[in-house]
């Protein structure tokens, strides 16, 4: 009878000694574009606060693909997650993160005429970085071309005596990508796999036959094209 590979032993080393992610080891960067920037100097706050973010997700759109027998699926393209993540900020006592998520909703569509903005005055980067137990960054992603998209409703309770608030804001992206990954290994996978094949050589015409065409064609010579054999019939007029 076979043995299973799995042994309880194995796994408590290997957690003792590379131990595992731990959910509230996280951090989030937010640069918010510059039109909003040039509001709020101390933004970094902003992400400071951030109590609640998620990691995205990324699947493989596939269609049903059949030549012969049972059909299977093919991809076709990939899906970011990209209609929305949602973060969770703590507000402070004088409301600045609501008053900056505000200012960067109202720079999408302005409120008084409706006009949507260029997208490049309300796009942005996102980072979200997992980190260890000694603050250093194990992996990090980055939302590309994110705005939010929707501030959720914000409760007001005279009994919520001990609460807070928190905003929850639900950031719209196109995709995300990996930026852990060290630069000059992200220039090598960038890069085009070429493959190299044997060209094809071609030799030159050699100097006598170059000569001997050239002679050909100012004498209005006819090449002779080997026809000694064959027969040919002249239709009568």
Known sequence: MSVAAFRVQDFVTEVKTKGLARVNRFEVIIT??????????????????????????INLSVKPFKIFGPSYQRPITSEYGGDGISMTFHVDREMKVKKFFDDWIETVVNRNNFTVAYQNEYITKISIRQLDEANNVNYEIELQEAFPRSLTLMDLNQSAQN?????NVIFAYRYWRRTDIPRNERIIQALPKVSL???????PIAPTETSRLGAALSNQEEPNVGFENSTF???SA
């Open 32 to 57: 918010p574009p510059r039109f909003v920037a040039a509001n709020y100097l101390e933004f970094n706050r902003i992400s400071l606060l951030c109590e609640i973010s998620n990691f995205p997700p």
């Open 233 to 235: 019939s002249v239709p």
């Open 197 to 203: 094949q044997t060209q094809p050589i071609i030799s």
């Open 163 to 167: 609460q807070t608030h928190r905003l």
